[in-house]
């Protein structure tokens, strides 16, 4: 069956980081394009950022520029969030979500990133 199993979230100081990953399974992961997105207490969901298929084009929330970064691998079936100099703001649970078109879409469980001091 599909699964996505995000890992990597946890308790933060504001300018750390964190690496998450989303490991997939159950249907080609490189067929889709692959996104993380984030939700917040009393906010709507949020896009984050994704990647296309082949890696090659990458787009981001005007919030996370120059801050985080999205890769994947499509050998191991991972994709990746690199989250530099978090903020307060940054405090959400983190999703990933794999797209096929219009045709399909998969989503994680999440992963909680708590930035505090």
């Known amino acids: 069956q599909v699964q996505l199993v995000e890992s990597g979230g946890g308790l933060v100081q504001p300018g750390g980081s964190l690496r998450l990953s989303c490991a997939a399974s159950?249907?080609?992961?490189?067929?889709?394009?692959m996104s993380w997105y984030r939700q917040a207490p009393g906010k709507e969901r949020e896009l984050v950022a994704t990647i296309i298929r082949t890696g090659g084009s990458t787009t981001y929330a005007d919030s996370v520029k120059g801050r985080f970064t999205i890769s994947r691998d499509n050998a191991k079936n991972t994709v990746y969030l690199q989250m530099n100099n978090l903020k307060l703001e940054d405090t959400a649970v983190y999703y990933c979500?794999?797209?096929?078109?219009?045709?399909?879409?998969?989503w994680g469980q999440g992963t909680q990133v708590t930035v505090s001091s």
């Open positions: 979500k794999a797209s096929w078109a219009t045709i399909a879409a998969y």
């Open positions: 159950g249907f080609t992961f490189s067929s889709y394009s």
